[in-house]
């Protein structure tokens, strides 16, 4: 018997899983726009959290449209215990068809409730362990992921900055802790019955380390922004007698290279007297900034705005004359935005360039070297921006196209609906 007596097909339900909700970022985007598509592709969706904060919802955007549901547990060997338990006790009484899982982390979680209810799980992998420092994430060092490592390391000099081939001080304690978090995170990422990467080296670095297949599917933006108008401009106030505004918007922390950006645009200044950098985000190393922009005699021209409203973001990026990104990233979703916007952007060359987009006239690739970021956002800021058929060629990139793949992934791995009385 069907929730509705079996009348009709009952309504498939996707759960969304993710330990943490409390910062903006894009795997916390990915998360609700996925929750807003697939409820509006029919399915019933609820996302599940071990934390949350308001925070989260992009100055309110995503605030209403999906279901949360709080599960207990998070980090930590009882905060892992506690997780499972909660998943099994949320599956078992709510009942989903699928479970879609925000990581490696989240799939290691779902592996003992999946398998006691044979609900089935796929994951987004939006990145693998080797983009994060040892101080973030120290199982790229597990005994099973030595060779993918030194293989990883050998094509990605970018890496070089952030992540060395060993680590010292790994007692036996840390070593098993390791150990047992690798061999868990593989298991679980191979019992998935989907692995969805951003780019095709997530998908390569993926198969490398779970011996598994993994998709390779780009998104970033709404359709509507190939059509977007700017109804203000916020970078009006920062410009001098028509100057030219350099903007980067990130969290501020190591991995963004915000510093590099700061040390390219002094020398931008030398070609480009009156340019302004205009920088917004929050984070860790903004006093870092702070200190190296007084340092450098930039306060006039650089300018630090803080958070920037979701409601102003697109307009910062359509207003401003160059977007520069030259983050450790192989893909990001505010570049993309930028371009969609028709700006010009400079990205580091360790982002993805996809066939179509070779040879883009409005992509600047640099190496990750103030001298290389300086030059292309000369470059840039030289160059015409795209007009409106360019970017309606960046359509490729839309939410709608990504979750209309990922809907056809969900189709494929559902369980069937017609079990019985599934609890609302």
């Given at each position: 018997m069907r929730r509705d007596g079996g009348l009709t097909r009952a309504r498939r339900r996707v759960a969304i899983f993710s330990v943490d909700l409390t910062a903006a970022g894009g795997a916390e985007r990915v998360v609700f726009e996925e929750a807003t598509a697939l409820t509006e592709r029919g399915f019933e969706v609820r996302v599940l959290a071990c934390r949350y904060s308001p925070d989260v919802t992009f100055s309110g955007r995503y605030a209403v449209g999906f279901a949360l549901i709080r599960v207990s547990g998070g980090s930590g060997l009882r905060g892992f215990i506690a997780a499972s338990v909660g998943l099994l006790r949320t599956i078992l009484q709510w009942r989903p068809d699928l479970v879609i899982a925000t990581s490696p982390n989240e799939c290691a979680r779902l592996l003992l409730p999946s398998f006691i209810t044979g609900t089935p799980y796929i994951t987004h992998i939006n990145g693998t362990q080797f983009w994060f420092p040892p101080e973030k994430d120290l199982t790229k060092y597990a005994w099973a992921y030595r060779k993918v490592l030194r293989r990883v390391l050998e094509v990605s000099p970018g890496h070089e900055e952030f992540v060395p081939l060993a680590v010292p001080g790994i007692g036996p304690a840390l070593r098993v802790r390791i150990e047992l978090s690798a061999f868990l995170h593989r298991l679980a990422v191979r019992r998935a019955s989907a692995r969805i990467t951003f780019s095709r080296r997530m998908a390569w670095e993926v198969e490398l380390m779970y011996e598994r297949p993994a998709l390779s599917i780009k998104g970033a933006f709404p359709a509507t922004i190939l059509r977007y108008r700017p109804r203000t401009d916020p970078a009006l106030r920062y410009r001098v007698?028509?100057?030219?505004?350099?903007?980067?918007?990130?969290?501020?922390?190591?991995?963004?290279?915000?510093?590099?950006?700061?040390?390219?645009?002094?020398?931008?200044?030398?070609?480009?007297?009156?340019?302004?950098?205009?920088?917004?985000?929050?984070?860790?190393?903004?006093?870092?900034?702070?200190?190296?922009?007084?340092?450098?005699?930039?306060?006039?021209?650089?300018?630090?705005?803080?958070?920037?409203?979701?409601?102003?973001?697109?307009?910062?990026?359509?207003?401003?004359?160059?977007?520069?990104?030259?983050?450790?990233?192989?893909?990001?979703?505010?570049?993309?935005?930028?371009?969609?916007?028709?700006?010009?952007?400079?990205?580091?060359?360790?982002?993805?360039?996809?066939?179509?987009?070779?040879g883009n006239p409005h992509i600047f690739p640099a190496a990750p070297d103030p001298a290389s970021m300086a030059k292309q956002i000369i470059a840039a800021l030289a160059a015409p921006r795209a007009d409106p058929q360019e970017r309606e060629e960046l359509r490729l990139y839309t939410w709608e196209r990504y979750f209309d793949e990922v809907r056809s992934i969900v189709d494929q791995n559902v369980k069937g609906s017609s079990r019985v009385d599934r609890p609302s």
């Open positions: 007698s028509g100057s030219p505004v350099v903007l980067n918007v990130n969290r501020l922390e190591p991995r963004k290279r915000v510093a590099l950006t700061v040390q390219a645009f002094e020398l931008v200044l030398q070609h480009v007297p009156n340019a302004v950098l205009v920088i917004g985000g929050v984070g860790p190393s903004e006093k870092e900034i702070r200190k190296l922009i007084e340092s450098r005699g930039l306060d006039d021209r650089v300018h630090m705005i803080g958070f920037i409203a979701e409601q102003e973001l697109w307009d910062w990026l359509a207003r401003c004359d160059v977007f520069v990104h030259p983050n450790w990233a192989e893909f990001a979703i505010a570049p993309y935005e930028a371009l969609a916007l028709g700006t010009n952007v400079v990205w580091s060359t360790e982002m993805e360039v996809d066939p179509n987009l070779q």
